[in-house]
């Protein structure tokens, strides 16, 4: 047995070391040979794991998932579909079918598929014209709720219903919040609304579809004759959002539950008797950014509130019902980690499941938690969380790690201004020589919530990544973990609002100074660069400290004041900063970068692609083009037809080169 192999089978707590032997550097051909796992599902009798595994499709230039199973027990995984891209893998409550959404052919709409474990191959259930977003199993296993988007005047069309218009319609806005990426343009077509689906006959009936409404979140009842679902009305983009109850048949008058301010995404799930209501709840308007998000039930009869967890003071991931009834499992973001906890329903007390690990996703049925999980050296994988333990379940990426090198990952923390401690990592490259100083390059997370962790993500957007690419060719890597980031608590994270740029920096700035101190860092080589708020923290970064001899800005902004209305974050502006008219002092203060460009001397590179509504690249034009007035050393790479994250694996192989190119021009002569 491959040695990597025998390590990932031995352990027990999800630290998994590779190889020590010398291997080779990470390349961007790597690539290719990526699996990222994503999607897990338990069967509801726990004896199988669902999930999906991508792969980055060379030649026709794009990533393909497919449907994975594996035993609980252990024993090799089964790839169920081949050739196809598949998403939302799901078992029917029955636990006989294991559903999907695919297209086949590939430019058709994508349909509900349905693939019986007892054998056989695969069928669509559903003929719809409309994008299927989500879905829902109804607990008789016999009918299907669908979330579509589209006008409900649009009723689904069957493979023989008319064609929809070709020529091209003017568009008109009428909501607040009117762009969002990836979806485009928010109008009344672009609302998603819930239809009942009979698995059987595929017949299709809309669920009280409110053309003024957006339905989305179904969730049903243990016993099927309740569904729970979110209504959203826009409400002039205040984050507000209606919990609604209704009897899953069609004409049937939903009854509002409650209101919530729920900015991100809401998550509902019913009690096993189905008495109470799980749901998220939120905090002040002016915090939405920053861990906003906490764990609360509701009296399905009378709509009474109560709040979970109140002391744990982290942002929650991946919250699930136990199958008892008698405890919430969720995932908490604390100090670069992600770690398995719950909490119990009666006493309000939060276990903690397995210390020191990344769980990116949790899913429970059957009794039993399966886990995606990763740490510093291996890319997440799924584990059956057992006894306080992790016990692996698939190796799919092991073989092409077990070829390399990767650099060494060590928490570090320092004292920042006004003597605030920041944490984060450091990550050596192979061969670290002690007294030595290296080429550094402060590689900074996006969000700004979130925070950079232990882990190995593999997807596009993955830093975790990008630090270990850097360091595998020769570069020391910075991680910080900033003010305005998750993982610290609440007050961590809230110092930056309306604040932007400031503490931030600072507490950057503080980590470059701490590794120049340990005789680590070369202060005459210093690079800087992230993606999203790591890239507008670039910008901060450049217009602030002239240390850095090279930067790259992936999806940023430096003049705010152009964002507004431009990006899709206009509800955070006026509930945190007020609008720019209200208050131009500070609208200009937090666009010190492109109002101060002409202090600026790193040569930068700026990059995004052109259908980004998160941080649209006319934030990176208008810094490239003040730096070529300037005459300061700058590229800007388009990206066409992406958006905020890329996904086309050339795009992907050509960024990261980039990337190393960059700081090579820069910081290696």
Known sequence: MNRIIRILMACAACTLPLAAEAGRALEAADWYRFRPVSDVQVAPDGAAVAYLVTRYDREADESRASLWLVPWSGGEPVELTHGDNVSDPRFSPDGRYLSFLASRPADAPAQLWVLDRRGGEARAVSRVTQEITAYTWAPDARHV?????????????????????????????????????????????????????????????????????????AVFSRDGHTLAFVGNRDAQGLGHDDIYLVEPRAGATPRKLLTTFSPNHQTLQFTPDGAQLMFLEGDAPKFNAYITDALAMADVKTGTVRRLARTLDRAIVSPRIASDGRAIVFAVEDDGYQYPAQVDLGSGAVTTLVPRTVALELAHAGGHTAVLASDDRTPPEVYALEGGHLRPLTSHNAALFGELTLGSVEDIRFKSAGGTEVHGQIVKPPGYVAGHRYPTILWIHGGPNGQDDHSLELWGYGPPLERQYFATHGYVVLAINYRGGTGRGAAYARAI??????????????????????????????????????????????????????????????????????????????????????????????????????????????????????????????MYQALRTLGVPTELVIYPGEYHVLTRPSFLIDRIQRYLGWMDRYLKQ
């Open 145 to 217: 709720v669908l979330e579509m988007r589209g006008t409900v005047a649009e009723a689904p069309k069957g493979e023989d219903g008319a064609k929809a218009d070709k020529a091209p319609h003017p568009i008109v806005i009428d909501d607040f919040h009117f762009k969002q990426d990836k979806i485009g343009y928010l109008t009344p077509a672009t609302r998603t609304h819930l239809y009942l689906l009979d698995v059987g006959s595929g017949d299709v009936a809309a669920l009280n579809a409110d053309p003024e409404r957006e339905d989305s979140g």
């Open 497 to 622: 609002a309306a604040d932007w740029g400031h503490h931030e920096v600072e507490d950057l700035r503080a980590g470059v100074d701490w590794a120049i101190s340990q005789g680590i860092a070369d202060p005459e080589r210093l690079g800087v660069g992230g993606w999203s708020y790591g890239g507008i923290l670039t910008d901060y970064s450049i217009a602030s400290d002239p240390r850095f001899k090279a930067a790259i800005s992936g999806a940023g902004s430096a003049n705010q004041t152009a964002m507004y209305g431009v990006d899709e974050y206009v509800f955070q502006y006026n509930a945190e900063l007020g609008p720019p008219w209200k208050d131009t002092a500070l609208w200009q203060k937090v666009s010190y970068p492109f109002f101060h460009a002409d202090s600026i001397r790193t040569p930068t590179l700026f990059m995004g692609g052109d259908k980004d509504f998160n941080v649209p690249l006319v934030g990176g034009e208008q």
